[in-house]
């Protein structure tokens, strides 16, 4: 540790910190236009300069590299310090008469106009200021290497080799982020064969994968990890303060053996796109229901404000109700959860914007406990109720301003009247749908599905919980659509049933299964291979085919095969089933 | 009078209906041994090898024979008379080969019809030449000298059991000679019977049981017929493709058809639970066919000639559906 | 007397079966003329089964499982898909028209199916008419000699 | 009316009915020998794959499985177009000269040798295996026991099964013969040989020695002058197996001889509304009732058949017997019907020499006994002399192999006429005006009938009871006189 005084103040700090974070940890201010933390000091603008003064010696020095001394005195703000941050000031000026941020940083430092006569430049506002932030990150950070510099003096600009796109460069977006006047954008184009993902804002590549999960803990897709790609970045392991990022770390397969087993694999949501009449993926502003919900959270791309692709506030929002639901086309089911939460969109809509709302419904279902109470409210909050399915969504324009927005052709059925209405934003509201690995799981537990592709219950009144196959259950919205109370009220009843086995420790299983009458066995083996179980044994010594009791499930088809009937289905022997014909058909 | 030992000894009746001989043959297959049968036994009947009178067994009283070997299946009302009568003569009738048990060859015909056969026998036939007017047997003709007759033949053949009641049953066409010598020490040996309606002179369990041939676990994709390829003698002819019937056949024979490597055809009948020897014979074949696709299913069992004539060759008579339907 | 089909049905007890019941609670109109055996799975009729249904006076046996591959058992229906065809040839060579026996998947969900498959089945053997067996007449002598030695007996 | 009880004709393989109608001179009208059986195997085989033919129509009789196992076999070799491997032809020559021996040996010893061994004259109850056993001395009873056990047990080693074969199938054998086997056939047809000679010898001192006998056999109430019919090799030498059907005119002199497949431009059947079974004839000579001469197309298919037909005998030993019965019979062909038991046991013995020297044959050991059929199967016809006459199994099928046309001609069923005829000669030659039909008439029939060896199980293919001879007597009015009835 060493000490220095900076403008009076006697502060502590470590050797070889810089003059920028002494000064930062003192409190005190220092322009910058080329420092980023992330980065080694470049000291190309020369705003940090400052006066050091050692013994009777003083001279003005960059802070942003110059290292601390023992016992130096620093002064930031001397008439000569700020003589040179003003002249430097007015070069700039001078050079980038149009950038924002130039000029920001010359009102900080008082300086209006340039003394020496522009050069006739027409810059953008956000034209390149040459602070080299990008070509370092881009080289030191991301170590991509795309970006450089290229010609000298007045010529000098960033450029990508050759001036040509490349494949080198790892679309990570880190230059577009440090640069300061927003010079470099990040364009949605197809890019090495991929189609740019229609998403809601960036997204990172470490990330917390759903806005409510639980634990929040974040993960890192490796695939758009600079430093997973490069090797390079390490910057969220540098802001970690407890160390907890782990590059390292891959997936695992884990075994556990359980007796019983509850399939809660929940459900995917209809993909509007396959209803190209309400554009949704080639409009703009077109959600699906649960797009619109990140845009709802306070977390989401928008910190929760309902802005438009262009971050205007919509005049006018439309939902339409039953995508892929109540459809012969597509699912017959109702989906049974959006009537309800359209009708919170509608109310957070109203709550935070002054736009008009469209709601498109065919049948209002609000069934819940404090649901039609809700839906009532609503109507008192002024949402136009339509009744009737829209038929299409087109590209048009307000009457008024002629501003481009979308109109959805519909008919109203309650007026009797064929309508189209504008509205700047559209919410979908699509059908709950089984999983599209549903059939994969329902045969790995060997369970039944309904014919709307849900996992199948017992008994669709006595037993809602557990399936055919024993020991596994179903809850939630795997066994079919269901809003959260419901769906906790199902899981719960579920695990109430594993418990009770649980706690009873043992369980009973079948007595239909299958045995071997040795004195009839022949061991022809033509049972052998017919059992999924592999119940079934060939006992080499005896020659004679044997049961494994516990293996055995009792379907009886090696009781059918066997040729010398020395099989017997326990519960169903030959003998039952032909007195059962005799009895059936007298 | 005890020193008569006539009146001593048991008294046994051979008789034979609809049968090609084979079972008689087989009895006189003990050799030496049908001496000593001669001896313990005090014979009332064997139409073969000796001479009686059925008007003798007539006038016999009620159950005076103690053991009768009936064996032929029922093909005509003269075979049925025959059963009936000795069924009230004998204390013990036993149904005598495959013939009386389960119909056996003969039974066969219960694939046709009457009527077909006259018809191809007397018309159709490529040797037959119609000298007189394209005529058929009848049961009544009047020739100049004056009314003739002759026996009608039945629509169906039976076995013997679906006539009268029948107390034990010798499976085999014919019964192998070891087993009748076994059922006849047996019954001279003087221990209890077993529960009328058993099986004598067989196993418990199916021709496999005494296959010498080794059997592993069987997934088929084609199926032979026997002349079509060169077997294994080592090896379980059906996993080679080869239709037989040993899994699904009653043990007893040794399993004699496959050690001269031919296929068993199931002369001794259906194992003691299974209701159908047919049926259980499909069920095994499917059982051991490696096919999901219904084409190729239909393809494999194409190759399967002639199910009911092959899976019922000796019990299609005592079937559960006993006979084919002409329309 | 109209002639009323009489049909035996094997359902498979997790899929068909379950199904049947599905259309019951669903109160879905079917035939009357099934009437229901149940087993575990399809794969448990035996051959044996369906001819002894015939011989007992059935006009028309169909026999229902799961869908291939929905089998709670994973494979048995796979047996029954071999078992049945060769069963229709077994009938057919005993001159019982193959159509009077069937093999349908109905799965538990399928309760409308069920009804439907149990409707056309049983016109299709309306239009085929009784079967007549020579075995059934047989049986009833049976019967009959049996009834009366009893009454000896007593 | 009087009914004449009589101990029953036994000893006679097949069911038979004969009626006997007297004129108003109560001389013998007409006779009718009816077979009130028949099977249907023509059609019941038809839609079964034909390689099951030979294990299926074994069953058509329990006697002689081995001669329709071999017709059928035959057949189906046809049906297939394919050669069968020396060895395995071979092998089934021997199974069935085996068969043969043993085959005689029953008939000689237990159904018709008695009535010669014992006397027609001694009680019926007398003329069985046991009497034989009692005139001839006890080991004779051991002998032909042994003789039955021993050709099973050569049967069973080739065969399969000694009763209902299996082992033959459309080309070749299915199971060969090892050393140790082959040496234990060869013992056992040595013995066969011996047998062979020992039976000749009874023959010779019971039969031959006593001219009454012979006088018996030469008697015209035992003589038809009819056709002959028999199976030769290319030397028209007797040959039980395969060969040529060469008929001979009553002169003896060769009116047609041919190939199996041709056997229905030779020969035809004739149906009568009395009787189940029937009536074969030379086609070529047409059917004129129950007559013979050169004229009637009626044959005769017996052993006594096979040697007239024939030049001489294949083995040494037999044609040396051979020629000597016909010098004692006055030359051929010999019309005598009960010279038939002399030519069995010269057939018997022809067998066993037969047996013998393939069980010497070093090829019958051989590997190679199968040809696997390649091409498409069509029409067959497989014929052997089966102990009781000319065999013959005729095979129509589909391109699978599966039957479509069944005919089979059995060897009883060729000599149906001339036993009909048989019996009608000896009724007329004994039945007079006023005669009582007793014992001595039935025997006589009897005799007329066991020369042949009849089988009439197998000549309907009848699965019949073995129901016994029943004589009715009706007298011109057609009311029935006596009905003589062995139980």
Redesign the interface.
Known sequence: MVTINIDGQHIEVVDDTTVLKAAEKAGIWIPTMCHCEYLEPYGVCRLCSVEVVRGKRSRIVTACNYPVRAGMTVHTNSPRVTWIRKLIMEMMLSRWPNVRVVHEMAEKLGVSAPRFPSLERDEAENACILCGMCVNMCNDVVRAGVLGFAHTGINREVVLPFGQKTDRCIVCGACAKVCPTGHIRMVLEDYKGKKPEYTLGPKTAISVPSLQAVPRVPVIDPASCIHLTTGGCEICATVCEPKAINYGMQDEVQEIEVGQILVATGFDIFDATAMAQYGYGTLDNVYSALEFEMLLNSTGPTGGKVLLKNGKEPRSVGIIHCIGSRDQNHHAYCSRVCCMYALKFAHLVHDRTKAAIYQFYIDMRAFGKGYEEFYTRLLDEGITMIRGKAAEVVEGSWPDNGERTLRIRCEDTLIGKFREIPVDMLVLCNAIEPRRDADRVRKLFSISKSPDGFFLERHPKLDPTSTTTDGVYIAGCAQGPKDIPDTVAQASAAAARILSLISRGEVEIDPVRATVQETYCSGCRICNNLCPYGAIEFLEDRKVSHVNEALCKGCGTCVAACPSSAMTGEGFTDAQILAELDGLMV | MCGDETMARPTLAL????????????V??L??R?LDVANAFDIVLW???????????RKREDKSIDLCLFN??I??S??AE?ARLLRAKSTTLVAFGS?SMEG???G?????T?Q???K???HD????????G?????TH?T??????E??E?WE?VKALD?VVEVDYYVPG??PI?DQIWSVVEYILSGKPMPPRGSVLGAG??????ECARK?????LKEFF??????TDPAR?L?EQGIVCM???TR?GCGA??P????PC?GCYGP??????Q????????????D??E?EE??RI?DQ????????Y?FSLAH????????? | MPFEPKIIGFLCNWCSYTGADLAGVSRIKSAPNVRIVRTMCSGRVDPAFVLKAFQLGADGVVVMGCHLGDCHYQEGNYKTVRRIPFLKRLVQQFGIDRRRLRLEWVSASEGDRFAEVVNEFTEEIRSLGPLKLYVHGELRGEKQRQMETERVVH | MRQIKIDPVTRLEGHGKIDIFLDDDGEVANTYFQIPELRGFEQFCVGRPVEEMPRITTRICGVCPEAHHMAAVKACDAVFHVAVPPTAKKLRQLLYNVFFAGDHTTHFYALGGPDFVVGPDAPPAERNILGVVRKVGLEVGGKVIEMRKRTQEVIKTIGGKQTHQVTCLPGGISKGITEDERKQIEAHCSWFVEFGKFTLQIFDDIVLKNQKYVDLILSDAFTHRTYYMGLVDENNRVNFYDGRVRVVDPEGKEFAKYAPSEYLDNIAEHVESWTYLKFPFLKKVGWKGFVDGRESGVYRATPLSRLNAADGMPTPLAQAEYEKMYATLGGKPVHATLATHWARIIELLSAAEMALALARDPEITGTQIRTIPKETPTEGVGIVEAPRGTLTHHYVTDARGILTKVNLIVGTTNNYAPIAMSIQKAAKGLIKKGTEVTDGVLNTIEMAFRAYDPCFGCATHAFTGRSPLQVRIFDASGELLQSITRS
């Not at chain 2, 490529?126 to 000298?131: A, D, E, F, K, V």
């Open positions: 008789y034979w209906a609809a049968s090609c001989g084979g079972c008689e043959i087989a006189l297959d050799h030496e049908i139409p073969v090898a000796m001479d009686f009178k059925y008007a003798d067994i032929g299946s093909r005509n003269e075979n025959m013939c056996g060859i003969p066969l015909a219960n694939l046709t009457k077909e056969i006259l191809f026998v007397y036939s490529p040797s037959t030449i119609s000298t007189n394209g005529i058929m047997p009848q003709t020739m100049p000298e004056g009314e003739i002759i026996p033949m169906t679906q066409c014919p000679p418990t369990k199916t021709c496999c049981d059997k592993e676990e069987k997934k017929r026997p002349y079509e390829i060169e379980c059906l040993g899994p699904a043990d004699l058809c050690a001269a490597n031919m055809r194992p003691p639970n299974a209701v159908d047919g049926a259980k014979m499909v069920s095994a074949l499917s059982s051991v066919i096919a999901h219904p299913i239909e069992l399967i000639a002639d199910p009911v004539g092959t899976f060759r079937s559960i559906l006993r006979r084919v339907e002409k329309p």
